[in-house]
């Protein structure tokens, strides 16, 4: 059974940095397409980055330059490594699997079958 949960999140002020976690369990991590995604107060889940089995990312043009994925298959974890945050990053995220290896191009939720319960990310200004 594929299970994914996250960890990491925190309260932080503008400028800061966080590194999120996602420990997978019931599948090989680097076989999967992986993703971000965040959701703020009010607003519909988006795609924030994946990274694919061959270890291509994307990211979203909001956090370009900013965020960085990356895993280590070694102890089947996902992370997001997030700097120069700003008010607007603050959202629950989610980690996600998606089975098959391919990320698609233009990743949506229903790309991704497999889901964390999440972790808070707050920014202050």
């Known amino acids: 059974q594929v299970q994914l949960v996250e960890s990491g999140g925190g309260s932080v002020q503008a400028g800061g940095s966080l590194r999120l976690s996602c420990a997978a369990s019931g599948y090989t991590l680097s076989s999967y397409c992986m993703g971000w995604f965040r959701q703020a107060a009010g607003k519909q889940r988006e795609w924030v980055s994946y990274?694919?089995?061959?270890?291509?990312?994307r990211y979203a043009d909001s956090v370009k330059g900013r965020f960085t994925i990356s895993q280590d298959n070694a102890k089947n974890t996902l992370y997001l490594q997030m700097s120069s945050l700003k008010p607007e990053d603050t959202a629950m995220y989610y980690c996600?699997?998606?089975?098959?290896?391919?990320?698609?191009?233009?990743?949506?939720?229903?790309?991704?079958?497999?889901w964390g319960q999440g972790t808070q990310v707050t920014v202050s200004s």
């Open positions: 996600a699997a998606r089975s098959g290896g391919y990320c698609p191009f233009w990743p949506s939720r229903a790309s991704f079958g497999y």
């Open positions: 990274i694919s089995t061959d270890g291509g990312t």
